[in-house]
């Protein structure tokens, strides 16, 4: 049975390989928009498709009253879905499942365009899934987790504390705590080509030239990108300015959109924070030329199953 | 496990059904906890939920209006609503697996809606009450919602991590007592994982004195609402979720 109301319908859908992923179908009550490309929501971390703090279930409906149909879904392993079975990495799993998620709404809804929206995790799989599938004409990546850690991304976490006088009250503790601070940040700085040593939920985070190749790779390939941060995770970004400083040619496409929710944490905890950020996707939805991707520097499509 | 949407069709409820594999003539609803510790427990519901299926039961875990995919807007719920949504889900199960009688499982402030729901009905032959919430006031303070002048007033209502309390439902939370687990309750059990073996004690002898039959069982084990698993399932409380199906069984 189907969730009925005014502005939108829903379905609790089971599909992939042996229909062990589960998702939930919101489209809207009148006609998907043929100009809008379909979305699909992603997991944030392990929390199931619901998102943090129940955000993909207003994104869902929200993006309905405007025409826009969405599937939020688990995962292999997470929430509701089963895990894989002889599956080797992580990485191949998540991009099956999205795979398989894509070739459901082209399927059961004639889907042939996708955006697709994820909170940390959730964007790194956006955007390596995107990289992947040329189907893909946007990505919404909140927090992605990313090469931050710069002499920049010191600076400011040291500046923010450097006046403040509770800092000054135990001289000998704070001297120790910045000397540590420097040395981890010097630590985590991924090499500059290949996958950094640390991870974030399994998956390898990129190096700066590889990461700056990805998005510029999207960009050239006609892929739109609304990227968004939070100060919420102060250990991957923590000033306004890094994305554009750490990737300047990608932060200057005319394709990609840039915001930071100043006031917002990492899972969107308050309710005005949260929409908030649905009026910003919705806008950006509304107002972007989604045209019909290029393939340019991007993997073979995969053929539906 | 078969996810739909059932219930009223301006209100609908998502439900996540566990059928027996090899058939069975028993049924359960699971009756999640509250905000944050909802999102936290999914994956240990979705375990006791599979664990019950292959030990014979019909299982249904669904979630509340305003919460999770079901329907509506937290701002709109209230503990009456819930508590007619596990009446819902309980003819729900019933019609599923043909039933003529289900045990209903809560979790937390799920146990206290589900012990509520549990009254007088003569089809809930069975009711699990796993580390139920019996002092709202503490429970309200224990996730994190600010102290509240006596009387409370208009401006009650207030933000607890990422949930929206309205003042309606920070009262129905708040007059979460022992006598929430009143008469006319069927066969409980009364779980506790805490550290403190005692902890069940002064339920318990409510729960014995006004007459119901009560067993305890005093299980050391994660707390479920409040750890962040990693993924595929690892570190679930599994002796606690054993203990409430061989208790079922």
């Known amino acids: 049975m189907d969730d009925v109301n005014a502005s939108y319908r829903e379905k609790a859908v089971a599909f992939g390989e042996q229909r062990s992923l589960v998702g939930i179908l919101t489209v809207p009550a009148g006609k998907h928009n043929d100009r809008a490309p379909h979305v699909i929501l992603l997991n944030s971390g392990v929390i199931h498709r619901v998102g943090a703090n129940r955000l993909h279930v207003r994104l869902a409906r929200a993006l309905s009253s405007v025409g826009i149909t969405t599937l939020r879904f688990d995962l292999s392993g997470i929430g509701d879905s089963e895990r894989r079975g002889a599956i080797p990495s992580l990485r191949e ?30 964007a790194f799989d956006a955007m390596h899934a995107a990289l992947g599938e040329n189907r893909v004409v946007g990505a919404v990546m909140v927090d992605i987790p990313g090469p931050f850690q710069t002499w920049r991304f010191i600076v400011y976490h040291l500046g923010e504390r450097l006046f403040h006088f509770l800092s000054w009250r135990r001289p000998g503790e704070k001297a120790v705590f910045y000397s540590r601070a420097i040395l981890s940040s010097v630590r985590t700085q991924p090499t500059a080509a290949g996958n950094g040593r640390y991870v974030i939920g399994g998956r390898s985070r990129a190096g700066r030239q590889r990461m700056a190749g990805q998005l510029e790779t ?12 939070t100060p919420g995770v102060e250990t991957n970004y923590n000033h306004r ?65 | 496990m078969n996810p739909f949407f059932f219930g009223r069709s301006e209100s609908h409820l998502f439900g996540a059904y566990d059928s027996p594999p090899a058939g069975g003539a028993r049924g359960a609803v699971l009756c999640y906890p509250f905000g944050r510790e909802y999102l936290l427990a999914h994956g240990t519901f979705r375990l006791l939920a599979r664990s019950l299926s292959a030990a014979g039961y019909h299982v249904l875990r669904f979630d509340y209006s305003g919460t999770g995919d079901s329907a509506g807007e937290l701002a709109d719920a209230s503990e009456a609503q819930w508590i007619d949504d596990i009446h819902a889900a309980i003819d729900e199960t019933k019609d599923l697996g043909q039933l003529g009688q289900v045990a209903l499982i809560g979790m937390r402030y799920g146990g206290a809606l589900a012990a509520l729901a549990a009254r007088g009905r003569r089809d809930v032959d069975r009711l699990v009450l796993w580390d139920p919430t019996s002092d709202g006031a503490s429970y309200l303070a224990s996730v994190g919602a600010p102290v509240l002048a006596a009387g409370g007033g208009e401006d009650a209502g207030c933000e ?30 009364l779980l506790t994982t805490g550290t403190a073996s005692d902890e069940a004690v002064p339920l318990r002898d409510h729960l014995t004195a006004v007459g119901v039959a009560c067993t305890v069982k005093h299980v050391p084990d994660i707390p479920a609402w409040a750890t962040e698993w990693g993924r595929a399932g690892a570190g679930m409380p599994v002796v606690a979720v054993n203990a409430i199906v061989g208790w079922m069984t």
């Open chain 1, 241 to 305: 300015s890094l994305f554009r400083t750490t990737f300047p040619r990608a932060a200057a496409h005319p394709g990609l959109s840039f915001d930071y929710f100043a006031e917002a944490d990492h899972i969107f905890s308050r309710d005005r924070e949260r929409s908030r950020l649905v009026e910003r996707v919705l806008a950006w939805m509304g107002n972007e030329p989604f045209g019909v991707a290029h393939d340019a520097g991007r993997e073979a499509p995969r053929q539906p199953a």
């Open chain 1, 218 to 229: 999207l960009l050239g390939g006609g892929v739109r990108l609304l990227v968004i941060f």
């Open chain 2, 160 to 189: 607890v991590s990422g949930v929206v309390l309205t003042p309606r439902l920070r009262g129905d939370i708040e007059h979460v007592t022992h006598a929430t687990y009143g008469h006319g309750l069927p066969r409980t059990l």
């Open chain 1, 93 to 122: 799993s998540v991009e099956r499942d999205i795979a398989d998620a894509i070739d459901h709404l082209s399927t059961t809804q004639g889907a042939t365009r996708f955006v697709l929206m994820g909170l940390c995790s959730g």
